[in-house]
């Protein structure tokens, strides 16, 4: 259909590796010691997948870089975080959105996260796990928090 609007998750699609796998990718769920998330709400541009929703940081594997270096340098990058030895999880497909396998990691960090200089998006902000359901998620970064969230009770 010409000139419908791209889905919420629209945005460019990653190239596949090389081994015909999908896409990799990385992002972190980062606590602090009260138990709060640092969520990132993207930008509301349409060239993105999931314009304008809060997420948390994290992005696509560099040509030949596994998933937790790209997490360390994304960390850098989108948010000036240096993190130590970020945790894996489990890995989340974005099937409505980039396509992208990505693996979740767990990491701390404690400060004010509007110090934080903001690489990419519009603003970076602490949240209770009692706050998640009134805010728009993409629907994989909502299950992998709720997952989380279970897993750490």
């Keep these: 259909m010409t000139g419908a609007a791209p889905p919420p998750g629209g945005g460019a699609r990653p190239v596949a590796p090389r081994d015909g796998g999908p896409a990799r990718g990385a992002v972190a769920v980062i606590v602090n010691p009260r138990g709060e998330l640092l969520l990132h709400l993207r930008d509301d541009i349409e060239h993105i997948a999931w314009p304008g929703h809060w997420s948390v940081l994290g992005g696509g594997c560099d040509p030949g870089e596994d998933p937790r270096t790209a997490i360390v340098r994304e960390l850098r990058e989108e948010a000036g975080l240096e993190v130590d030895d970020p945790t894996a999880l489990f890995d989340v497909t974005d099937v409505h959105g980039s396509g992208q396998l990505l693996t979740v990691f767990l990491a701390t ?23 998640l359901a009134r805010l728009t998620m993409p629907p994989f970064i909502r299950r992998a928090l709720e997952r989380y969230l279970a897993d750490h009770a």
């Design 109 to 131: 960090w404690e400060g004010d996260a509007a110090t934080l200089p903001l690489g990419e998006g519009v603003e970076l902000r602490w949240f209770a796990p009692g706050d």
